[in-house]
C-alpha cells in the first residue's frame, strides 16, 4: 500500500526552498515535487523548483543555451557546472555510507539504520538520487554536444586536441558515475542487510520457515512501501548470515575508485579549462 503524500507537506518539511538550486518560492506555485522512488512515499519525494524540475523531467541545462555564441566559454561553464555537480554527488554518497556503517557501538536500535536519526539517512538518500539525476541530465547533454552528427554543431570546428580531451573528461564523468551507483546499491545493500527497507526503513517480515522465496520470480518487494528491495542473496554466507565485512569492503573500494577517478578527473579538467581559457 502506498500513502498518498500532499506537495505542501513535501515543500513544508523542505521548508519552500528547492532542493537542487536553494530557490525559494514562498507562494508554492513555482515549485513541484520529484520522486526518486518509483512507488513514490513521504521520504522518496522533493522539492524542486520549476527550472530544476524541467531539468530533471528532461530539459536542456541552462549551458546548453549558451552554445553557439561562445563556443569555449560554454564549455567552461558545462565543465564548471558537471564537476560541481559531481563534487556534490559524491559528497552525498560518502554521507550515505557513513551513515550505513557508522558501526554498532553508534547504533540507536530505535533509529535505523545507525546512531545518526531516520530522517537525516532518507534525507541524504534524496540528496544521493537527486544529484544522480542531475548528473544523468548533465552527462546525456554532454554526449549530445559531442556526438557525431550530420548537422553542423558549433562544435566542429573545434581544435582536435580540445576535442580528444573533452572526450577524455566525458569518458572519466561516465566513470565515476559508475563507481558511485555502484556505491550506492552497496550502502543501500546493507540497510536491507540490517533488515529493514533501503526506501521507507520499514522493518522486513522474517521469511517463514519452508517459504522459499528463491523459487518466485516476483522481485522482492517491501510490503511497506512496494518498492523493489535491494537483494541481499549476494552477500549471504551458506549459512544465510549477511558477510558484512565482504559488504563494507567492496562498498569503500567503490568509494576509493570513485576518489581515484575524481582526482584524474580534476586534472584532466583542469588542463581543459586552462586550454579553453587560452
Ligand atoms: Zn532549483
Ligand atoms: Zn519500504
Known sequence: MTEV????AIFERDEYACQQCGATGADASTLTTWSIDSHPVRSSLVTLCSSCGALLDGADPTWRSTLGDDVHGSLFSLLETTTATQGATVAAIARLATDVTGGPESADESDPPTGRTRE??????????????VVDRHLD????????????TPFDDLDPSVRSRLETVDDLMRTLRTHLRSAVVLAETAVVADGRCQVCLEPIAVRREGDDASSSDEPDRCGACSNDRRAIDEWETTDGEVDRTRLFRALSNQLEAAGETTTELTDETGTLAARLAG
Do not use: K, Q
Not at 5 to 8: K, L, M, T
Not at 141 to 152: G, I, M, N
Open 141 to 152: 547533454a554532454l554526449a549530445d554536444v559531442s556526438a557525431d552528427t550530420d548537422t553542423a
Open 120 to 133: 537525516a539517512y532518507l534525507a541524504t538518500r534524496r540528496d544521493v538520487y537527486r544529484s544522480l539525476a
Open 5 to 8: 503524500v500532499a506537495d505542501a
